[in-house]
């Protein structure tokens, strides 16, 4: 089964960026990659995901949390979570998943088969 390991989390400034990095041991082919983030007491939230179109495309889809300020990538198997102007809403554990390719159902954690363990992002005023 795949391995998940996420990156770059750490405590930010209001306003400010960073980017997070989702790692597989066996790479993405055939997934659909999702990020999702958790706040103490709160419900897990779908934040972004690349659905898998056909095996050579990706298709970026955005929670309305973060539509307009972030983006998700992939690089080299690695997928990325680029957030900007952070606000303190947006603390939370953010985790990584993911599902069969080409599922419509990115936004659904339930439907994910593999996670990561989580990196922490708190945003400081």
């Known amino acids: 089964q795949v391995q998940l390991r996420e990156s770059g989390g750490g405590l930010a400034q209001v306003g400010g960026s960073l980017r997070l990095s989702c790692a597989s041991s066996?790479?993405?082919?055939?997934?659909?990659i999702g990020w999702f983030r958790q706040a103490p007491g709160m419900e897990r939230e779908f934040v972004a995901a690349?659905?898998?179109?056909?095996?050579?495309?990706?298709f970026a889809n955005y929670g309305d949390s973060v539509r307009f300020r972030s983006a998700i990538t992939i690089e080299n198997e690695t997928v990325y979570l680029q957030l900007r102007n952070l606000q303190p809403e947006d603390t939370a554990v953010y985790t990584c998943?993911?599902?069969?390719?080409?599922?419509?159902?990115?936004?659904?954690?339930?439907?994910?088969?593999?996670w990561g363990q989580g990196t922490q992002v708190t945003v400081s005023s």
């Open positions: 998943g993911v599902q069969v390719g080409g599922s419509y159902a990115y936004a659904r954690s339930d439907q994910y088969v593999a």
């Open positions: 690349l659905r898998r179109h056909t095996p050579e495309s990706l």
């Open positions: 066996g790479g993405f082919s055939g997934y659909n």
